[in-house]
């Protein structure tokens, strides 16, 4: 190998630690919410009885953020470059953590949540584009797997960072990291195939609208999002409303969120991994993706059915259900090689913030039926509906496996 290619490989697997890194910061400030959501409102005054609506509140104007963030983010990324969009995004969600730690009230906490909603739309994408774009067609899933595992180990280290300090001190944290992270700009580079499309001045870039003036691309960037939205059930409403289920499944003692929380992302890292590992053996990510769909529905029937669970059992059940949805990065990846370098940072940011900003209809969808059927079975419910709503998606789909992905949207 000569001087040359040493050097590239060097800085590809640079750009691999960066965005992996970006994404740890991403899923630590992502899900510190939901890890801290009782102790939190609790010392700003909130009572029992408002704790899950305000919850609500404040997780929906995070999703909320997701949603125009990814928009924001995508579009800057097809037209300015990914790397601007990496840093920017870590840039503000990172200075929105550190004042997430001053909030005195529910509505300055969603306001806060926003705006960190926000930044935190831009890191995967633009991760995952940079990544995809950059390595060889046939290695590039291990790219995007590393950078799946090690990002969601940092719901792992919100809940052990939260578990040892105080609610204001993990979000410090956060935004520390965060800010320590853009250091590391230095010595990234951007993709060659958006400085080639960039060169194509008569080709639109980063036009959200090209997704829906073709029918055929429309289509193809809801199923896109379709697969993803069972995860973000799991773990926005199942998890993070562990409390709530255990007292309805008669658990011996209180279930923690925050302690679900983080070894749901120890079973989602372990299941990225598998799943990436899984897509090149079989060279398919849509079988791997069903396969991982069809466990999900499995996992979900284990907790539902879990009747006086121990907080031991409580905790595998968790690894369980983290690990059968843990084909996150491998969704993201799918999203990223159906479309052309125009729009492709686009397509990967918006997608999955759009599964993630789902989780607010998710969440009326959910309390309607809890009103009508109670908890459990409104988990069995909308666990059931999205999982097929998901897999008729996944079925829509051209396989994308070695894909070229060198060319442009017309």
């Known amino acids: 190998m000569d001087l040359q290619a040493k050097a590239n490989n060097r800085n590809v697997i640079f750009l691999v630690i960066v965005a992996a890194l970006g994404y740890f910061v991403d899923i630590y400030d992502l899900v510190l919410f939901s890890v801290v959501r009782v102790q939190s409102l609790t010392e700003i005054g909130v009572s029992q009885a408002d704790m899950q609506s305000d919850g609500f509140l404040i997780i929906n104007s995070q999703m909320f953020g997701l949603l125009l963030g990814g928009i924001l983010w995508g579009v800057l990324g097809d037209k300015l470059g990914r790397i601007k969009v990496l840093f920017g995004s870590i840039l503000l969600y990172s200075l929105a953590n550190i004042a997430n730690g ?14 960190a909603g ?7 994408g633009a991760g995952i584009t940079l990544v995809a774009e950059t390595m060889d067609k046939e290695k590039r899933g291990y790219g995007t797997m590393i950078v799946g595992a090690v990002g969601l180990l940092g719901a792992a280290v919100a809940a052990t960072v939260a578990a040892e300090f105080t609610w204001q001190t993990s ?12 250091l590391l700009r230095v010595g990234t580079f951007e993709s ?14 980063g036009n959200i609208f090209m997704l829906f003036n073709n029918w055929k691309r429309f289509s193809k960037y809801l199923y896109c999002i379709l697969i993803g939205i069972p995860l973000w059930f799991v773990v926005g409403i199942l998890v993070t409303l562990a409390p709530e289920f255990g007292k309805a499944l008669g658990a011996t003692e209180p279930l923690k969120a925050g302690t679900g929380i983080m070894f749901t992302y120890f079973g989602i890292a372990i299941g990225d991994v598998v799943t990436g590992l899984l897509s090149q053996v079989l060279k398919s990510r849509k079988k791997t993706v069903f396969i991982f769909h069809l466990l999900s529905v499995a996992s979900v029937v284990v907790y539902l059915t879990s009747f006086g669970l121990t907080g031991g059992n409580f905790i595998w059940i968790c690894l369980f259900m983290g690990f059968s949805v843990g ?6 990846t799918i999203a990223s090689e159906q479309f052309g370098t125009n729009i492709r940072a686009t397509v990967t940011t918006t997608a999955p913030n759009f599964v993630r900003g789902a989780l607010i209809p998710i969440t009326f969808l959910f309390e309607f039926l809890t009103h009508r059927y109670g908890l459990i079975t409104a988990g069995y419910l909308v666990m059931g509906i999205l999982t097929l709503i998901a897999m008729f998606g996944l079925s829509q789909l051209k396989e994308s496996f ?6 442009l949207e017309e």
């Open 102 to 115: 001053f909030v005195t009230s529910v509505n300055s906490y969603a306001i806060i949540r926003f705006i």
């Open 118 to 124: 926000i930044g935190l739309a831009g890191e995967l």
């Open 171 to 182: 979000y410090f944290v956060g935004g520390g990291m965060g800010l320590v992270l853009l």
């Open 192 to 205: 060659g195939m958006f400085k080639h499309a960039a060169n194509q001045t008569e080709v639109s870039k």
């Open 327 to 332: 084909y996150w990065a491998t969704f993201v």
């Open 402 to 407: 070695n894909k070229d992905l060198d060319y």
